[in-house]
């Protein structure tokens, strides 16, 4: 959400990465890549900044499913104590609870 | 801390205990006349002041029609009109055999009426017409001449106002206690509005017996409870409609698949397909096993429920069913993601699903009907494999389809396509018409829609309205559609647009929306119909301005802005879900409500549906001083002035934000705007006292039937009227103050708690079991933000990972 409060809040990706070294498209305008890396997986989101449209900052959060054997693990960025309860439409994103960013 | 949000100021609870309107819904409604008796009689009529003299010849050995002809008798004393004495009235079987169905006629001869049809439902119909023709008289003279009517709509079907809806976060199970979610008087005033079906919730694993698996110990209770109710409502003419999504998925916990039958189990939802695992698998029906599983199902329960109308399933949409719940409608290639790759298209899919089904139904009750709700309700374009799924269906079978979602119409030079429901917006949809095409000659084929309102105001009982309702029911006939599900869980209360409903189904569209509107109005409003309908055109007019935005619908504040606070402060926190029970304040974050309008379309369209409601509700209630020992008129006018408020406090509410956002921005006439919002302020003071009294005298007013709880009522608009007169108007003096002494508005007002641009570490929920803690390094480039993890791989295999990711634009 905006610092404004007036513009909703888009998804720019669902993220998805089965396989080493795969690259996706998620949603036209962001890329979403995964590479193994030393026992570990790194994973990179990418935003062009053309989508904000020359604005100064951008509020932003982050979700995480991994899909584990045990079942599914959530985790979310930034920290805090977030909703579990997910809205239609936007998902868990709190408007108090995405952090600044400067760009 | 905004004190808003402090722990003694929060919202008081919701009330608790019965509901207050069931009081209300169990109370007749008293009818009264408008009729100068002592008028004289014109040529052409017959008199009834000596009275009206009913002899019932009609067939009716289950003595389903005792509750019409109570009605009736009832009728005539509210009516002042003699009964078993004066002109007689035959109630009889009809010879004339284009008469079907529910068809009747009704034929005013100088000695004597007669009410006729070939079927007991039929003549419940003639009856209740018969009532509304004397109830519309303004002299005790009715005219000569006959009137047949004929119905093109056969199943109309709602759902109880308050019954429960089986879902979180109550999950209150209505076949699960002892309370009447049917009171008589509800019944018969549903009766009398057309409404021939309700649905309610069931599931295959809660009720039904089969070979397969074992019965659930509460089946018998369950089946006790729906026994009870289908007996009760058929005495009405109403038949209950188990609602169900069956096929359910397969769970490993709670609904696992039949030992020994590994071949029952399908793809998996989409989350679970991703990671391979698949908790949830959809219900495969290519195996013998299967379609017997569903012909036991559905075959046990109309044996053991006589009466039991059909079963209403959603099977596409909404939660997984069969395998083609893995499918999405964007999908172009039209094929289930399914490991065994088996050559059945999308239409032998849902033909050897529901086919089963209806079979087991039709073997245990020959009438009973099914009728498969396709649930698709986004508002982009759907692939082509949809239209499809009609091909192999018999004539046994219904579809039903939203009547609006995917529909578009212009908004202040803008084209604007909705999702879900629309009751401002006509409709139908592009793609409901190529699915009416797709099912004809095929398949019975049926409308789903919101007759009384929908998602776009859905805490009061409907909108008056009922031209809108017009010229879908016109575009339905057009489209040979045959049955309409008239509700989801709201939409449903008695009153004005269940008339309106019920009428239409006999309606030839020959006419003028006017002339429907003008007879719409007769019986309650005798001798001003004219003028009602020319109200109701207005309000049609004013609600045809709701922003068409889904986001809208669910988040706006139409339903219950009345109880919003108005944040000078920043508070940047969200608002508050219209269909579910939330309890916190609803914040000022208004970005949420909107996804395809700017704050400033929203805001004028918000101000010209209030003014016209305004128009159309001065009106309105200047006619009503003649009716005010009316029931059902008052019912009419309180909605009119509760939704008069409704509509000027979401004006409000715009309006403050977007006075706020110029303060914001550095606006040099800030005493002007502070000026102007504190005047809001004060009307939303006086709006919420204006609703406390409404909410007082009228127990249906705030009730939203999916959230199950009152989204306004007394004592919360009162906390509001608190939060403005005890916050809200202390930071205004202190904003001026502030400003005075040369303090900027965004100093003073931004909050800056929520403004903090951290490296964080990752936040794990109570569902993890791992401790990790990461650092999220944000890469800003000159052309984009990368954002990178690193996680150690604890597994030997590939993990799939899902991100959602949710930047928005500022300043």
Known sequence: MDVEGLTFPYLVGNGLARKTNEIADTTGVCIFSKEELAGAWKSTFTVPLSLFQGKKQILFGLERIEYLEKGERWTSYPAGKFENDVRLNLSYFLPDKLVLLTL | ?811
């Not at chain 2, 009228?698 to 959230?707: C, K, T, V």
């Open chain 2, 1 to 811: 801390m905004n004190r808003i949000y402090a722990a003694e100021n929060l919202p008081p609870p919701f009330p608790q205990g019965e509901l207050a309107f069931i009081k209300e819904l169990k109370k007749h409604v008293v009818f009264t006349p408008h009729r100068d008796d002592n008028a004289a009689q014109t040529p052409g009529t017959v008199s009834l002041l000596n009275g009206l003299n009913v002899s019932f010849t009609f067939p009716d050995e289950e003595k389903r029609l005792e509750t019409a002809l109570s009605d009736l008798e009832r009728f005539f004393q509210e009516a002042n009109i003699p009964s078993g004495k004066g002109l007689s009235v035959v109630i009889r079987k009809s010879d004339d055999t284009e008469l079907k169905g529910e068809d009747f006629r009704i034929t005013v001869k100088e000695d004597g009426i007669t009410l006729e049809s070939n079927e007991r439902e039929g003549i419940r119909r003639s009856i209740y017409r018969f009532m509304d023709r004397i109830a519309e008289l303004c002299t005790p003279y009715l005219a000569i001449g006959a009137e047949t009517k004929k119905y093109w709509l056969k199943n109309r079907i709602s759902r109880c106002f308050f019954g429960p809806i089986k879902r979180p976060p109550f999950n209150i199970d209505e076949l699960m206690n002892d309370i009447d979610y049917y009171p008589e008087e509800y019944l018969s005033r549903l009766a009398r509005e057309g409404v021939n079906g309700l649905w309610l919730t069931i599931t295959f694993k809660d009720i039904c017996k089969t070979s397969f698996r074992p019965q659930n110990p509460d089946a018998a209770r369950r089946l006790a409870k729906l026994r009870q109710t289908v007996a009760k409502c058929l005495r009405y003419g109403i038949k209950t409609w188990a609602f169900c999504i069956e096929p359910a998925s397969w769970k490993s916990k709670g609904n696992p698949i039949p030992e020994g039958h590994p071949e029952m189990g399908g793809p998996g939802t989409t989350y679970a397909l991703q990671s391979g695992y698949g908790e949830e698998s959809s219900f495969c029906p290519k195996s013998e096993a299967a379609r017997q599983y569903l012909y036991e199902c559905t075959n046990y329960l109309f044996s053991e429920v006589p009466g039991l109308g059909g079963i209403l399933s959603i099977s596409h949409g909404e939660r997984t069913t069969s395998c083609l719940s893995t499918l999405p409608t964007s999908s172009l290639s039209g094929k289930v993601p399914c490991k065994k790759e088996c050559d059945w298209d999308v239409d032998d899919i849902i033909s050897n699903t529901l086919g089963p089904m209806c079979k087991g139904m039709r073997d245990a009750n020959p009438d009973a009907e099914l009728i498969s709700w396709l649930y698709q309700p986004a508002p982009v374009q759907h692939a082509p494999w949809i239209f499809k799924l009609p091909n192999k269906l018999t004539r046994d079978i219904s579809l039903a389809y939203n009547f609006e979602s995917g529909c578009s119409k212009m908004q202040l030079g803008k084209l604007h396509t909705g999702g879900d429901y629309w009751l401002s917006c006509a409709g139908p949809s592009d793609r409901f018409a190529r699915m009416a095409e797709s099912a004809r000659n095929k398949c019975g084929f049926a409308a789903k829609l919101q007759v009384a309102c929908s998602h776009e105001d859905a805490t009061i009982p409907y909108v008056p309205a009922p031209g809108l309702l017009y010229e879908k029911y016109k575009a339905m006939k057009a489209l040979g559609v045959e049955h309409v599900i008239m509700c989801w869980y709201f939409g449903n209360y008695p009153g004005l647009m269940n008339r309106a409903s019920g009428m239409l189904a006999t309606e030839d569209f020959k006419g003028t929306e006017m002339d429907f509107l003008t007879r719409l109005a007769a019986p309650e409003w005798p001798g001003k119909e004219k003028e009602i309908a020319e109200v109701w055109k207005l309000f049609e007019e004013a609600y045809s301005n709701y922003p068409m935005d889904n986001q809208f619908q669910y988040y706006g504040p139409v339903h219950d802005g009345i109880v919003w606070p108005l944040h000078l402060k920043r508070a940047r926190k969200q608002l508050t879900r219209s269909w579910k029970p939330d309890a916190m304040p609803t914040g000022d974050t208004l970005g949420e409500c909107m996804k395809t309008h700017t704050a400033g379309e929203a805001s004028l369209l918000l101000q010209k549906m209030s003014k016209l409601w305004a128009e159309g509700n001065k009106k309105l209630q200047a006619i009503g001083k003649e009716f005010q020992n009316d029931s059902t008129c008052k019912e009419e006018l309180s909605v009119a002035n509760a939704m008069d408020i409704q509509f000027a406090t979401a004006a409000n509410i715009f309006k403050f934000y977007m006075y706020r956002q110029q303060l914001f921005e550095g606006a040099e006439n800030y005493e002007e705007i502070l000026d102007a919002m504190e005047k809001i302020v004060y009307e939303e003071m006086e709006n919420t006292d204006k609703m406390t009294v409404l909410c007082k005298n009228d127990s249906r007013l705030g009730y939203h039937s999916e959230a199950e709880v009152y989204k306004f009522y007394e004592e919360k608009l009162q906390w509001r009227k608190n939060i403005l007169k005890n916050i809200v108007l202390d930071d205004f003096r202190e904003c001026r103050k502030a400003l005075a002494s040369g303090i900027s508005f965004r100093d003073f007002a931004e909050n800056p708690d929520t403004e903090k641009c951290v490296l964080s570490q990752w936040y794990e929920n109570a569902s993890s079991n791992g401790k990790q803690k990461r650092m999220m390094p944000i890469y800003i480039s000159k052309s984009s933000v990368r954002i990178t993890t690193i996680l150690k791989m604890n597994s030997p295999r590939s993990m799939p990972w899902m991100w959602k990711a949710s930047p928005s634009p500022i300043l």
